[in-house]
Structures are given as structure tokens and as C-alpha cells.
């Protein structure tokens, strides 16, 4: 019976070994093996299909995954902040070799993964890097820059001469970048302006992910006779941007994406948005790591305004004009921001 079950045995060996042209089979690649990428992804507080920042990380991580040919990518969603350090365990337990953590509060905890896995990249979407780190990219923007455009826009746009920002927390470095270059861009329009910028008072486990605050606070700015409201604090800015849709005569701006495509509630009021171009930025990075190039520190991406979509009429040519020159002035350096991150 032995000699029969050994015969059989090989038979069924040389039946595998000519299906695969002669040789033996391949074992199945996995995370950690050489020469394979997986990519992970950590959000900060709040849901990947948030509609703002998450979410456009994600779609940045998926097309890079898809670019380079990535064996998995993968998410993780983070809804407790004291679980940060956990979920980025998560996928270096797994030998992910390329991890992408989201926003400013994650940096700690990245910064600590970093150490112990000295051999996985991190990309830490809006983690600005005081000391480099060997394997952490901090992908951050210019996000004064795009608000002083949006300040721009909403003065220009503005009947009433009082325009509004509702954000998230000032805890958070580009939330009060966005809002600095909003407040001295609509000032530069117009000295006289009255803005009304209202940050929300609790920490970072909910100041981005309370809409109703958000359409709150819009709506009162509204009532002090605001025309244009800007809302830049993932679902919390989003509450505020669909509330000022609900009334006739006011204008709105988005915040980090293009959000014509993730909001369309907001539709009727959205003129434009602050955007921070975060997809391509992720997608250079693990390009980079792939091809041996990744760097450390600070690695800028861009930031701007997205398109005026269906309100493309409404905007006068002169505030188009006005725009362009600021942007060419902003990208040369003739022009300050006035914001100062200290």
C-alpha cells in the first residue's frame, strides 16, 4: 500500500511539474517577499469616503498601487485616535513596505512606526517634518497659498462685504494655513472686508467629523449677513457648504479637493474649491519609492483653486483676471500670504 501511495504521489508530482512547462510550482507571493509592493493606508479620524481628505488620499493611493503594479492595497479606518499606533501596526505586522498615514495628528505615531520598520516608507499626507526622518516623506502643501486665492474669490465675489469660514480645529497647522491666506487674501480685494472665521472648539477626534456644527455656524454667519462662506474642516466643512446652498444670494468654497465631484449638495452655491493636489502628490511618492529615489523631509505639492464647473459664467472676467495675476505672484514670491507658521 506504501509503494502504491508513493507512486501515486509522484505521478501527481510530474502531472503538476508538466502543467507548469517542467518546473516545479512557484509559491504564491505574498507582502514582505522581495520585489513585491503592498500599500497601506491609515485615515486620520473619520471615514474614507468623507468626501475631502481621506478620501482623495485613498484615490491617490489606489491609483499609485494600480501604477506600480502593487500586489495589495488596502485601508484602514481610524476612529479613535488613540488608535493610530495600532492600525499602522496592522499593516507592518502584514510586511506592507509602503504605509500612507493622513493628517497632522498621525505624525507621532508614524514617526514612531518609522523607527521600528526602518525598512518601510511612510507617507505622511499633511505631516510636516521638523528633522527628517530616513523613511518618512511629509507630503504637505502650500494650503495658504489656496486660501488666499479662495480669500481672493470671495471678496470679489462678495454683495454684502462680509464674508465667513467655517473650520476644524486650530490645532491643526493647515487648517489655520488655509484660513490666514483666506482672511489676508480678501482682505488684499478688499481692506474693508468683515469676515467672520469660526474654528470648532473640540479636539481632533471630532472638529472634522461634526456637520452639524458645521451647518450651525454657517448658517449664523449667514444671519451677520455673510454672502460667501468657506468651509475648510472635512464633514464639518462639508455641513457648512450644503447649509449655504440652502440660501438664495450666497456663494460657497470648498476645501481640498475638487469638491463639485464629492459634494454635489453644495452645487447651487459652489463656486470653487481650495484644493491641495494630494492624489498626485501620493502617486510621485510611491513612484519614488519603487524606482530607489524616495526621499526624506518635506516633499511640497501643489495647491490652487479648482474649476469654476457650472458657475463658470458667473464669475466676471476681471476676477478671473484678478486670479491669474495673484496666482503667477503667489508661485514668484511677489506676493505674501502673510501667514507666518511660526
Same mark, same amino acid.
Given at each position: 500500500?506504501?509503494?502504491?501511495?508513493?507512486?501515486?504521489?509522484?505521478?501527481?508530482?510530474?502531472?503538476?511539474?508538466?502543467?507548469? $512547462?517542467?518546473?516545479?510550482?512557484? *509559491?504564491?507571493?505574498?507582502?514582505?517577499?522581495?520585489?513585491?509592493?503592498?500599500?497601506? @493606508?491609515?485615515?486620520?479620524?473619520?471615514?474614507?469616503?468623507?468626501?475631502?481628505?481621506?478620501?482623495?488620499?485613498?484615490?491617490?493611493?489606489?491609483?499609485?498601487?494600480?501604477?506600480?503594479?502593487?500586489?495589495?492595497?488596502?485601508?484602514?479606518?481610524?476612529?479613535? +485616535?488613540?488608535?493610530?499606533? +495600532?492600525?499602522?501596526?496592522?499593516?507592518?505586522?502584514?510586511?506592507?513596505?509602503?504605509?500612507?498615514?493622513?493628517?497632522?495628528?498621525?505624525?507621532?505615531?508614524? *514617526?514612531?512606526?518609522?523607527?521600528?520598520?526602518?525598512?518601510?516608507?511612510?507617507?505622511?499626507?499633511?505631516?510636516?517634518?521638523?528633522?527628517?526622518? &530616513?523613511?518618512?516623506?511629509?507630503?504637505?502643501?502650500?494650503?495658504?497659498?489656496?486660501?488666499?486665492?479662495?480669500?481672493?474669490?470671495?471678496?470679489?465675489?462678495?454683495?454684502?462685504?462680509?464674508?465667513?469660514?467655517?473650520? $476644524?480645529?486650530?490645532?491643526?497647522?493647515?487648517?489655520?494655513?488655509?484660513?490666514?491666506?483666506?482672511?489676508?487674501?480678501?482682505?488684499?480685494?478688499? &481692506?474693508?472686508?468683515?469676515?467672520?472665521?469660526?474654528?470648532?472648539?473640540?479636539?481632533?477626534?471630532? *472638529?472634522?467629523?461634526?456637520?452639524?456644527?458645521?451647518?450651525?455656524?454657517?448658517?449664523?454667519?449667514?444671519?451677520?449677513?455673510?454672502?460667501?462662506?468657506? $468651509?475648510?474642516?472635512?464633514?464639518?466643512?462639508?455641513?457648512?457648504?450644503?447649509?449655504?446652498?440652502?440660501?438664495?444670494?450666497?456663494?460657497?468654497?470648498?476645501?481640498?479637493?475638487?469638491?463639485?465631484?464629492?459634494? &454635489?449638495?453644495?452645487? &447651487?452655491?459652489?463656486?470653487?474649491? +481650495?484644493?491641495?493636489?494630494?492624489?498626485? $502628490?501620493?502617486?510621485? @511618492?510611491?513612484?519614488?519609492?519603487?524606482?530607489?529615489?524616495?526621499?526624506?523631509?518635506?516633499?511640497?505639492?501643489?495647491?490652487?483653486?479648482?474649476?469654476?464647473?457650472?458657475?463658470?459664467?458667473?464669475?466676471?472676467?476681471?476676477?478671473?483676471?484678478?486670479?491669474?495675476?495673484?496666482? *503667477?505672484?503667489?508661485?514668484?514670491?511677489?506676493?505674501?500670504?502673510?501667514?507666518?507658521?511660526?
Amino acid at each position: 500500500m506504501k509503494r502504491i501511495a508513493l507512486l501515486l504521489t509522484g505521478l501527481l508530482l510530474l502531472a503538476l511539474m508538466a502543467a507548469c $512547462g517542467g518546473q516545479k510550482p512557484a *509559491a504564491e507571493k505574498k507582502c514582505g517577499d522581495e520585489g513585491v509592493i503592498c500599500i497601506g @493606508l491609515v485615515t486620520d479620524v473619520g471615514k474614507i469616503d468623507d468626501k475631502s481628505f481621506n478620501q482623495s488620499s485613498w484615490e491617490g493611493t489606489q491609483q499609485a498601487a494600480k501604477e506600480v503594479g502593487a500586489l495589495e492595497v488596502k485601508y484602514v479606518e481610524t476612529t479613535d +485616535a488613540k488608535d493610530y499606533a +495600532a492600525n499602522i501596526k496592522q499593516f507592518t505586522d502584514q510586511g506592507y513596505n509602503i504605509i500612507v498615514t493622513i493628517g497632522f495628528g498621525m505624525g507621532e505615531a508614524t *514617526a514612531e512606526a518609522a523607527a521600528a520598520n526602518p525598512k518601510v516608507h511612510f507617507i505622511g499626507v499633511d505631516q510636516f517634518q521638523g528633522e527628517a526622518i &530616513p523613511n518618512v516623506a511629509g507630503l504637505v502643501f502650500h494650503e495658504d497659498q489656496a486660501g488666499y486665492l479662495a480669500g481672493v474669490l470671495a471678496a470679489s465675489m462678495s454683495q454684502s462685504g462680509v464674508v465667513a469660514s467655517v473650520l $476644524g480645529t486650530n490645532l491643526v497647522p493647515p487648517v489655520v494655513a488655509f484660513n490666514e491666506g483666506y482672511l489676508n487674501g480678501a482682505r488684499s480685494v478688499n &481692506p474693508n472686508i468683515k469676515i467672520i472665521d469660526t474654528y470648532h472648539p473640540g479636539g481632533l477626534d471630532v *472638529a472634522f467629523t461634526d456637520p452639524e456644527w458645521g451647518a450651525t455656524t454657517a448658517q449664523q454667519a449667514i444671519d451677520q449677513g455673510a454672502d460667501v462662506i468657506f $468651509g475648510a474642516g472635512g464633514n464639518t466643512g462639508n455641513g457648512a457648504l450644503i447649509q449655504a446652498a440652502g440660501n438664495e444670494g450666497v456663494w460657497c468654497i470648498g476645501v481640498d479637493t475638487d469638491q463639485w465631484e464629492t459634494v &454635489p449638495e453644495a452645487h &447651487p452655491c459652489l463656486i470653487s474649491s +481650495a484644493v491641495k493636489l494630494i492624489p498626485p $502628490g501620493i502617486v510621485d @511618492l510611491v513612484k519614488m519609492s519603487k524606482d530607489g529615489k524616495f526621499p526624506s523631509g518635506n516633499y511640497f505639492g501643489a495647491a490652487g483653486l479648482a474649476p469654476f464647473h457650472d458657475h463658470e459664467s458667473a464669475i466676471p472676467q476681471e476676477v478671473k483676471d484678478l486670479l491669474e495675476k495673484t496666482k *503667477a505672484g503667489l508661485l514668484d514670491g511677489s506676493i505674501s500670504t502673510g501667514y507666518n507658521p511660526g
